[in-house]
């Protein structure tokens, strides 16, 4: 069956770093995203990976390991805007894409 | 500035009422999803399409929804008779390949009362 997991809500502290961590159980893979939504909006795509390994764009970065069903989205200096929700989607190989239920993350001034 | 079109942006009704939510995919994806976010179950997979044809709509309850493209430019959901547990955003996505990311609607906000 399908199972991507992700810690529900978690808080962090303005210009600090976060990771939140996903794990997933699909029939197949053919690469995961990390999508951010902010409340009452649609979510808004940042980053694929599709190899190993680590993807850095700005502020953000994702991570992924095929072999252990792992990937995870780190945040540096984060920035009050940064709380939203953040969602761990997998496609699998006939291209269906499957989210996680998402991270709340709650930034402290 | 590219972007999928939803309408309408929010439906309330009665139930047992007929739903039809409208998508406008980018010019130039060839794949479109549907998908539903309610704050129990997150953002479920409905259907989906490649090319406008249909390729899975298993997340989908068939006695009551149907997904359809009617072309390249228009895909269409339908409740048919809506119950209030029909209540959530509705979101279209299009995307364009296999390797890319998909682009969302703003999404239809459905109430059944």
């Known amino acids: 069956g399908q199972n991507i997991d992700q810690p529900t809500e978690m808080t962090a502290t303005e210009g600090a770093i976060v990771q939140i961590n996903c794990t997933y159980q699909t029939s197949g893979f053919n690469g995961l995203f990390w999508y951010q939504q902010h409340a009452g909006e649609a979510p808004t795509f940042l980053s694929y990976?599709?190899?190993?390994g680590l993807e850095e764009k700005g502020r953000f970065s994702s991570f992924l390991s095929r072999s252990k069903g792992y990937s995870y989205l780190l945040l540096k200096e984060l920035q009050m805007k940064d709380s939203a929700s953040y969602l761990c989607a997998v496609r699998e190989k006939d291209d269906k894409i499957i989210f996680g239920k998402g991270t709340r993350l709650h930034i402290l001034p | 500035d590219a972007r999928v079109t939803q309408t309408p942006r929010d439906k309330v009704t009665e139930m047992g009422q007929e739903v039809t939510m409208r998508c406008q995919p980018i010019?130039?994806?060839?794949?479109v999803f549907w998908y539903r976010q309610t704050m129990m179950q997150g953002l479920e997979l409905l259907a989906y399409?490649?090319?406008?044809?249909?390729?899975?709509d298993s997340g989908m309850p068939k006695d009551r929804f149907s997904a359809e493209m009617p072309d390249a430019t228009l895909a269409t959901l339908k409740i048919q008779p809506s119950e209030p547990r029909d209540s959530a955003v509705y979101f279209c996505a299009s995307g364009r390949g296999t390797h890319n990311e998909q682009f969302f609607g703003p999404g239809t906000r459905l109430t059944v009362l």
């Open positions: 399409f490649r090319n406008r044809a249909p390729l899975d």
């Open positions: 990976n599709v190899l190993d």
């Open positions: 010019l130039g994806h060839n794949t």
